[in-house]
């Protein structure tokens, strides 16, 4: 029996072995090859890509249509599941490929019909771009034929990847819009139920447009209005079951929103050369959304010249996003303007199928969309469409409404990015900028001549006639949007006085600027104040310094809190309160920092969100009552009312829980404590860093834990937060970090997360991984050349 036993061990054992074995050959077959030679036929002339330690490829083209050609088919090879997810995002069809769990997702996407509007951009086009669409689309599926096997993903899925389209290549601009902005204007809709709901002086005190914290490029800071009175709105009045609850449970994260971009000009740069910083902040995955490389290619516009750009590419398009060409260096913010309105419908009272508009009665147009779901029968989703946009759903009063979306207009979006190449200086980048149609954005330019200037980039629309913060009826001649802002009206700052720029997700400007932007929910203005503080401190700058400014985790923003606790925890609170003691021994040795290290960062920031969530959750009560999806978030400039609250202190607006001010902050202080208490160890262990572990996860990771080792990049604790520069969350963060100056990328420096490769065993599938971590200065250009693809024309 024993030698059975054995005999059936060791026979396991080489059946695991084998397994293994042929598991690795499978992978090595869908290897991205690196070296070598390839026939491509489209090509004019043979390309060269050297790729560095990185993976980072250098394209060497004989033409513009080349190089796009050939980064499909690097995009392909790299990164073609992560494509596959995005322009199945867009359209509405992940179902399709994983199956009912994304069900949801493809019900909310399909009802935009984003595929259609996709056809349509691109038959708006010019002749030119969908020649360069289409090579870069026919270089996209030699790459992923090229491969022995498909993807790792597809065989785990049991499915086939489709062909590349061009359309695909506009479903992932709407992915971007899907990330950025908010499609189904969930602020609007909140925003109208607190007015409705709430006393007018109160709604008007809690939607403050601005703080003390506001930092714009143009304009003051704005106030926050004076706290109502006992005699415009006392929450003591309200029946008691509209705020029994409020306050209470599990302390609810805020959402992160986290991109910086600055800039200094010539004169404050150490070696006169104009700088530009950006961090795009985005959900962190593995791979990375981005995917870096040098473009090179003759300049058709001037004889024996040729276009260097470098930068970060989003697979599924053939486009520097945010990069230097050698004579400009952009990049973005997202600009948090309002890009969607909620229209209300009248409808015909006899004839529901019918709803007025400016011209009189009109049918709806009905589509009928078939969602696909592997492994299960397809279902059929009934769209009615108004002039405006598809019906959503309807108010709280039952009204209908339609969601009127930038991206619904196949006018919004073009190729035009793609022109950026070409700037010669901050002014023509502007120009592309202005005309490009895209994810609307806080532009950042700097110029080798020194030059450094601010736009948005992406299509402004033209409003009259009614309040765009909230839903309005635009079925009256002149109410709406009445088409798009020409370029030449765009909002521009150029060199200003003091030398620098900067854009946080805040509110960069005020009066007619900000009217044509509108008001989406920008960031709080704590993380631009830092900025521009951090500029301010000093005369000159380098592309060290500048990153330095990206990875500042000071807490500027929480001192004041820090304050308040202090000055609540008096001897008298804490005698015989053994925990309370505790609490204010580490508020006390704090840092001053989001440091992994800190305790006392960590409580103070949670004694924060905690005071926020008792006083916001009691005085919108009334709110969420009546909308059990109504989230007091929406008030994006609620630390004004908030501290305004806390040292003023107003008896009306106290939680009647709650017998004076300080003993809700001692409640908050208590609840803090109690959920972050460890017997027998106190609040030791309970570090920013254990809270802010960095987790970044490959898609297919999650429903296979037993790979998610090898798939996942490593967790790691990360210093950082909300309201200051190196804004870090568990799973969101600085998506890369650049600095340079146009001219002079030599000097330059760039990281990002993970890596270039979505292949599990490439040597670029993590390697970019630690300097991100570590914020270690990493060069911007591409290194030596280890690896050399030679692609040749084929016929």
């Not at 599941?81 to 997702?105: C, H, N």
């Not at 599990?760 to 030596?784: D, H, T």
Request: net charge negative; charged share 20%; proline share 7%.
């Amino acid at each position: 029996m024993r030698r059975f036993v054995t005999r059936l061990l060791a026979l396991a054992g080489i059946l695991a072995i084998l397994l293994a074995v042929a598991g690795y050959a499978w992978l090595r077959a869908s290897a991205p090859q690196l070296d070598g030679s390839v026939m491509l036929a489209g090509l004019s002339a043979p390309v060269t890509v050297n790729r560095d330690q990185l993976g980072v490829p250098s394209i060497h083209a004989n033409s513009r249509l080349d190089a796009a050609r050939v980064l499909g088919y690097l995009h392909a090879q790299d990164r073609f599941f992560q494509m596959d997810l995005m322009r199945r995002l867009a359209a509405g069809e992940l179902s399709a490929l994983v199956g009912p769990a994304a069900l949801k997702v493809d019900e909310r996407h399909r009802l935009f019909r984003l595929r259609a509007v996709a056809r349509e951009v691109l038959q708006q086009a010019t002749p030119e771009q969908r020649k360069y669409i289409q090579a870069y689309t026919d270089g996209v599926n030699a790459g992923l034929h090229a491969l022995r096997s498909w993807p790792f993903e597809y065989a785990l899925l049991r499915q086939r990847p489709g062909n590349w389209q061009p359309a695909d290549s506009v479903l992932v601009i709407f992915a971007m819009y899907f990330d950025l902005q908010d499609a189904y204007d969930r602020r609007e809709s909140d925003l109208a139920l607190m007015r409705a709901t709430l006393p007018a002086a109160l709604f008007n005190f809690l939607n403050t447009q601005g703080t003390r914290w506001d930092a714009p490029l143009a304009g003051q800071a704005f106030a926050t209005p004076a706290i109502p009175s006992s005699n415009q709105a006392d929450i003591h009045d309200w029946p008691k079951a509209d705020f029994s609850e409020a306050g209470y449970g599990p302390l609810a994260e805020p959402p992160v929103i986290g991109s910086n971009s600055f800039a200094v000009d010539a004169a404050h740069s150490a070696d006169g050369h104009a700088i530009l910083a950006t961090d795009m902040h985005l959900g962190l995955a593995v791979p990375n959304i981005w995917y870096r490389a040098q473009l090179i290619y003759p300049d058709s516009r001037h004889s024996g010249t040729s276009i260097t750009t470098t930068g970060v590419t989003l697979p599924g398009l053939p486009v520097i996003v945010a990069g230097s060409n050698q004579h400009v260096a952009w990049g973005f913010t997202n600009s948090y303007g309002d890009w969607v309105d909620r229209v209300m419908l009248h409808l015909k009272a006899d004839d529901p199928g019918e709803y007025l508009t400016p011209k009189g009665w009109r049918p709806f147009t009905q589509h009928q969309e078939i969602i696909k779901i592997a492994g299960h029968t397809s279902i059929h989703m009934e769209i009615r469409e108004s002039i405006w946009g598809p019906v959503s759903g309807r108010d709280p009063n039952g009204i209908p409404y339609a969601l009127h979306w930038v991206a619904e207009d196949p006018a919004a979006t073009n190729l035009e990015l793609g022109d950026m190449d070409q700037a010669q200086n901050e002014q023509q980048a502007m120009a592309v900028a202005n005309r490009a149609g895209m994810p609307e954005q806080n532009f950042l330019v700097a110029d080798a001549d020194g030059n450094i200037a601010w736009t948005i980039a992406g299509r402004i629309p033209v409003r009259s006639g009614y309040d765009p913060n909230f839903p309005a009826y635009w079925d009256k001649s002149g109410v709406g949007w009445l088409g798009w802002l020409a370029p030449d009206r765009y909002p521009r700052i150029v060199n200003p006085a003091d030398g620098r720029l900067w854009t946080a997700n805040n509110r960069v400007v005020d009066g007619d600027m900000l009217k044509l932007i509108g008001n989406g929910g920008y960031d709080l203005g704590a993380r631009a104040r830092q900025l521009r503080n951090d500029l301010m401190a000093r005369d000159k700058f380098s592309p060290v310094e500048m990153l330095a400014i990206q990875l500042d985790d000071r807490a500027v923003f929480l001192q004041r809190w820090r304050a308040l606790l202090l000055q609540l925890l008096t001897q008298a609170r804490i005698q015989g309160h053994a925990r309370r003691t505790q609490f204010l021994h580490y508020v006390l040795d704090w840092g001053g920092r989001a440091n992994i290290d800190s305790v006392g960062y960590r409580l103070v920031r949670d004694f924060r969100e905690r005071v926020e969530q008792m006083v916001f959750g009691a005085l919108t009560a009334p709110c969420k009552k009546l909308d059990p999806d109504f989230d007091y978030h929406v008030l994006s400039q609620r630390e004004g009312p908030l501290w305004a609250m806390v040292t003023q202190q107003p008896d009306n607006l106290l939680d009647p829980e709650y017998p004076s001010w300080d003993e809700l902050l001692l409640a908050a202080v208590d609840q803090v404590d109690k959920s972050l208490w460890v017997p027998g160890s106190g609040l030791v262990s309970r570090t920013w860093g254990q809270h802010n572990t960095v987790h970044i996860r490959q898609p297919m990771s999650r429903g296979l834990h037993v790979l998610s080792h090898w798939l996942n990049m490593a967790p790691v604790e990360l210093p950082g937060d909300s309201n200051m520069p190196r804004v870090q969350g568990v799973s969101f963060g600085a998506s890369e970090r650049l600095d340079v100056e146009p001219g002079h990328e030599q000097n330059g420096i760039f990281e990002m997360p993970t890596g270039q490769s979505g292949y599990p065993l490439s040597p670029f599938y993590r390697n970019s991984q630690p300097a991100w971590e570590q914020g270690i200065p990493a060069p911007f250009l591409p290194g030596k050349a280890r690896h050399t693809l030679v692609f040749q024309p084929s016929m």
